[in-house]
Nanobody, 125 residues
Framework: EVQLQASGGGLVQAGGYLRLSCAAS????????IGWFRQAPGKEREAVSC????????YTADFVKGRFTTYSDNAMNTVYLQMNSLKPEDTAVYSC??????????????????WGQGTLVTVSS
């Protein structure tokens, strides 16, 4: 059974940083992608980033590009979301998800098959 667990959220002041972790287990595929998503209160879920297992390539949403970085350990059992220069509008529940195959340039934000529970990030002004 595929399991994903996001952790590392918390309360931080604007301008601060956090690193989220996504622990993935219970699967045997060689080629997959892990995406980060967020959902703020009263808003729709947004795709934040994607990282592929085959080449480590990443895609990042424009609204966090330059502030957020996605990377993984060598085995890609854990994927990280380094969030710098946080803003109050980054406040959301952050979740990770897994998709078969690589991050696809024109659709990396959709089609995920497995989802984990999220972790709350609160950025105070």
């Amino acid at each position: 059974e595929v399991q994903l667990q996001a952790s590392g959220g918390g309360l931080v002041q604007a301008g601060g940083y956090l690193r989220l972790s996504c622990a993935a287990s219970g699967f045997v595929f060689d080629d997959y992608a892990i995406g980060w998503f967020r959902q703020a209160p009263g808003k729709e879920r947004e795709a934040v980033s994607c990282i592929g297992s085959s080449d480590g390539g990443t895609y990042t949403a424009d609204f966090v590009k330059g502030r957020f970085t996605t990377y993984s350990d060598n085995a890609m059992n854990t994927v990280y979301l380094q969030m710098n220069s946080l803003k109050p509008e980054d406040t959301a529940v952050y979740s990770c998800a897994l998709d078969y195959g690589p991050c696809v340039p024109d659709s990396w934000w959709e089609g995920y098959d497995y989802w984990g529970q999220g972790t709350l990030v609160t950025v105070s002004s």
